[in-house]
């Protein structure tokens, strides 16, 4: 039998917590090895357990969300961790960016989504066998600095996710995928264009350039200025294949 994904949780929602207790207990591959309503308490979990996820929520009693973080961190006991938060803004995603949390998601979000979440942060650093691509495009967007928030984001996790669906639409980024993503998202092409413009743009003056290059590599090394959509989009779809391997959801067999 394969090792468990052993999680930690902290929330200050009893009630929340019980739903992904259950909903973790239910699966074949997770293991909640503790849960906190307060920060305190999850700081004694992680240094007890060491789990190899911790979900936390940012408003915590006793310690908060970030003070947790920062101590682990300082312990040098952070495990790859994500935090599943009501609060959100631009500016708390960049403090979490900087801290090493690798996946920051608003509340309420779907359960089938926050465990695939998790499943994708416990893989390897090798290639992950995955059966979506979802969780690996909302990471890799978020290290780079685009913010949930904006609407430019969503438009390029649909423009990632189509690039990884068929290539081909990159050749025509502006008389294909744009008009496509268009009539999706029921406005013009031009805003598509200008709205994936300004979010990259955004995230290319307050991401962290060694944190680019830590996750990219050299793909954008040397450019003092943000690439242009298709490049970007390009970017994030190399790095996705390389890192990541697509198998169907029933038999395991490579697609």
């Known amino acids: 039998m394969e090792r468990k994904i052993r999680v930690v949780l902290a929330d200050s929602s009893r009630d929340y917590l019980l739903l992904l207790r259950s909903a973790m207990e239910d699966t074949q591959d997770l293991q909640v090895v503790g849960t906190a309503t307060d920060g305190g308490t999850a700081l004694r979990l992680v240094r007890e357990t060491l789990p190899d996820i911790l979900l936390t929520e940012l408003q915590l009693p006793v310690t908060d969300g970030l003070c947790l973080l920062r101590q682990l961190r300082r312990e040098k006991l952070l495990p790859p961790t994500m935090v599943v ?6 500016y708390m995603a960049r403090n979490l960016s900087a801290m090493g949390v690798q996946v920051y998601l608003p509340k309420p979000c779907s359960m089938e989504d926050l465990l695939s979440h998790i499943r994708a942060l416990a893989s390897p650093p090798a290639r992950r066998r995955v059966r979506s691509f979802d969780a690996a495009i909302h990471e890799a967007l978020s290290v780079f600095g685009v ?20 290539p081909g639409v990159l050749h025509g980024i502006t008389k294909i995928l744009y008009p496509e993503l268009a009539k999706r998202f029921s406005t013009t092409p031009v805003c598509i264009e200008h709205s994936i413009r300004t979010a990259i743009r955004d995230a290319w003056r307050t991401g962290s350039p060694e944190h680019r290059r830590e996750y990219f590599g050299d793909c954008f090394e040397g450019l003092e200025r943000p690439p242009g959509n298709a490049r970007f989009i390009t970017a994030i779809i190399e790095h996705i294949l390389t890192s990541c391997e697509r198998v169907d959801a029933w038999s395991g067999k490579r697609l």
């Not at 938060?85 to 631009?90: A, I, K, M, Q, T």
């Not at 913010?147 to 996710?161: F, I, N, S, T, W």
């Open 85 to 90: 938060s009501g609060f959100v803004s631009e």
């Open 147 to 166: 913010m949930p928030h904006l609407r430019g984001r969503a438009y390029l996790e649909a423009a990632v996710a189509r690039g990884l669906e068929d």
